[in-house]
Each structure stands twice: as structure tokens, then as C-alpha cells.
């Protein structure tokens, strides 16, 4: 197949009933994904060995669904997303997990038992600085960890209206962050 061939002139036309077309519509697209699954395998550092059984699933797929495809649309985008759903449903299967041991980093994560307590310092001196209710709403929903909807219950207020003040105080509080008068 010539690569000036376009693919997604090729689907249009097997959708059309062109089983030519079709055929070399299919040769084209399993090595074009044969190098895109590849790509993704090495990102996530899994041997290509695996790559086939994607590539496949993937064409089944695009066989399975092509009526789903907008043919005014180019066809490569259209079977990146669908060869990216296959990679991530292959890699959810075996169990793969994105692991960085912290340890490796204990020495560098760690802060000082000062920087922690001056940071609690300085939050509880920011939210002094807010309005009562404002700072009820913000403890009581980023620190309790507390719905909206519980919130606004114990104050009677609408969950609406705990949102909208919870809003106004953390921009007041980003203005505080930055030094800004209000």
C-alpha cells in the first residue's frame, strides 16, 4: 500500500462497499497502530510483546463501530482514542499501577517540623481574616471534610448558597495569599 493512500478516503469508500478499499484500509491502520500502541507500551514501560493483542482489539473495534465515525472528520484521530481506551483497559488487566517508591525520596520530601507549624500558623491567621460565616463554611467543608448539603442543614442555608460563599471566601483568602488588599 502506497502511504499517500488517505485513510480516511479509504474508509469512506469501504464504508461505501469498497471491499478493496477495505483491505488496504486494514494494512494500513494495523501498522499505523502498531507504531502508536508501541509508543504508548513504552511510556508505560511494558514490553511491546504486548502490542499485537491491542493493535487487534483495537481493528475489531474500528470494524465493530466504523458506522460511529464522521466521515467530514479525519480517520486517525477517530482510532488514537479508540487504540488509547484498548492500551488502558490492557494495562487495567495486568495490573498495572504507575509506582514511584517514596522512599527513594524520603530525604527529600520530608519537611521540617518548624515549616509545618508556621504553615498551620499561617493558615489559621488567614482565616481569622475572613468574615464568620465564611470562615464556618470553609473549615467546616475543607477541613471537616463536610457535604455542602451538611453544611447549609446546620446553618440553614440552601447548598446553593454554602457554594457560592465557600466560593467568595476562597477568593478572598487567594487575596490574602498573595498580598492583595480587598
Given amino acids: 500500500m502506497s502511504f499517500s493512500e488517505d485513510p480516511s478516503a479509504l474508509m469512506r469508500a469501504a464504508l461505501a462497499g469498497d471491499d478493496e478499499a477495505y483491505r488496504r484500509l486494514l494494512l494500513f491502520v494495523a501498522a499505523w497502530l502498531r507504531r502508536v500502541v508501541g509508543r504508548g507500551l513504552a511510556a508505560a514501560g511494558r514490553p511491546q510483546a504486548d502490542g499485537e ?12 463501530k466504523r458506522e460511529t465515525w464522521n466521515p467530514t472528520q479525519p480517520l486517525q484521530p477517530w482510532l488514537r482514542a479508540i487504540a488509547r481506551h484498548k492500551l488502558v483497559d490492557h494495562l487495567r488487566r495486568r495490573g498495572f499501577t504507575d509506582h514511584v517508591d517514596i522512599d527513594d525520596h524520603a530525604d527529600t520530601l520530608a519537611a521540617p517540623a518548624a515549616a509545618e507549624e508556621g504553615t498551620a500558623s499561617d493558615a489559621r491567621q488567614m482565616l481569622a481574616t475572613l468574615p464568620e460565616r465564611q470562615r464556618t463554611i470553609v473549615e467546616a467543608i475543607s477541613i471537616e471534610g463536610r457535604s455542602a448539603r451538611e453544611v447549609g442543614v446546620a446553618l440553614g442555608l440552601s447548598e446553593g448558597a454554602v457554594r457560592v460563599t465557600l466560593h467568595r471566601a476562597l477568593k478572598a483568602l487567594a487575596r490574602v495569599y498573595r498580598g492583595e488588599q480587598s
Avoid at 491491542?54 to 481493528?59: A, G, P, R
Fill in 53 to 64: 493483542d491491542i493493535v487487534q482489539e483495537t481493528l475489531l473495534a474500528m470494524h465493530l
